[in-house]
């Protein structure tokens, strides 16, 4: 079955970038749409954005956009999420997710990364 990894994530101060990576062992054909989710103690899985695979779509949380930006590289099986601005909000457990469509509901994804803490320092 095919795995996502995901790589990336560290500390990181205020203001400051990050760029998380999600890789598929195998091309994905059958879960087109590729999300990121985060998590933080005490709360729910949150949805942060989508994208397929030829990344013609995209679907962003209202509180990241203009913030982050997601982009496929469909040749590398591989996708990429640049965060910009960090906040101290933003620090979390970053999973990435497989699923058929683009959609914010964690229930509708089936292939789960590991996951990779992210954390912003003010």
């Known amino acids: 079955q095919v795995q996502l990894v995901e790589s990336g994530g560290g500390l990181v101060q205020v203001g400051g970038s990050l760029r998380l990576s999600c890789a598929a062992t195998?091309?994905?054909?059958?879960?087109?749409?590729i999300a990121w989710f985060r998590q933080s103690p005490g709360k729910e899985r949150e949805f942060v954005v989508a994208i397929t695979w030829t990344g013609i779509r995209t679907d962003y949380a209202r509180s990241v956009k203009g913030r982050f930006t997601v982009f496929s590289d469909d040749a590398k099986n591989t996708v990429f999420l640049y965060m910009n601005s960090l906040k101290p909000e933003d620090t979390a457990v970053y999973y990435c997710?497989?699923?058929?469509?683009?959609?914010?509901?964690?229930?509708?994804?089936?292939?789960w990364g590991q996951g990779t803490q992210v954390t912003v320092s003010s």
């Open positions: 195998e091309r994905i054909t059958d879960r087109p749409a």
């Open positions: 997710a497989g699923g058929m469509d683009l959609r914010s509901e964690s229930k509708d994804y089936d292939v």
